[in-house]
C-alpha cells in the first residue's frame, strides 16, 4: 500500500458530512490558563455547529475564552476518520437561542441546559486512514 492510500485528506464537504451524521464530539476550551477537554452531544446548523450546557466550568471557558477547537472521529475494520474544526464559540442570547430548536440537538441526560452555544469554524480538517493491523493477521 502507498503513502498515498494510507492517508486520505478530506474535503470541507466530506468533513461537514461526518459531522452530520454524528452527534458526540469533544470540545476543547482555555480554562483558568488550561486546555480542558469535555464530551458534547452537538448538531449541526448550516456550517456551524451547537451544543447545549448548563452553568459551569464549559460555559465559563467558552464565554471567557472563545477559541476553541472540536473533533469527532470513527472506525471500522478498514478504515478510521478524524474532523477537526477550530473556532470561535459564543453563547446565543435571546431570539439566536431558538436556532436549536430547528435541529435535533436533545440533551443525553436529565441535566437542564438552557445555554445554547454556537461554534462557528475558522477551519474545519479531516483525514482518512487505511487500516493494515498487521498483528491480527499473524498466526500463533
Not at 451524521?21 to 451547537?50: C, K, M, Q, S, W
Not at 466550568?57 to 477550530?86: C, P, Q, Y
Request: charged share 25%; aromatic share 8%.
Amino acid at each position: 500500500m502507498s503513502e498515498p492510500d494510507i492517508v486520505t485528506t478530506l474535503d470541507a464537504d466530506a468533513c461537514w458530512q461526518l459531522l452530520h451524521d454524528h452527534e458526540l464530539g469533544r470540545l476543547a476550551f482555555h480554562l483558568a490558563g488550561e486546555v480542558h477537554i469535555t464530551p458534547i452531544n452537538y448538531a449541526v446548523d448550516g456550517r456551524t455547529l451547537l451544543f447545549r450546557t448548563a452553568e459551569g466550568n464549559k460555559l465559563l471557558g467558552v464565554v471567557m475564552h472563545s477559541d476553541v477547537a472540536f473533533e469527532i472521529d470513527g472506525m471500522d475494520d478498514t478504515e478510521a476518520w478524524s474532523v477537526v474544526l477550530r473556532g470561535r464559540a459564543r453563547l446565543l442570547e435571546g431570539d439566536e437561542e431558538h436556532r436549536a430548536e430547528r435541529v435535533p440537538l436533545r440533551p443525553w441526560t436529565s441535566t437542564a441546559k438552557y445555554n445554547v452555544v454556537e461554534i462557528a469554524p475558522t477551519e474545519v480538517t479531516g483525514r482518512r486512514f487505511a487500516l493494515h493491523k498487521p498483528w491480527e493477521h499473524i498466526q500463533p
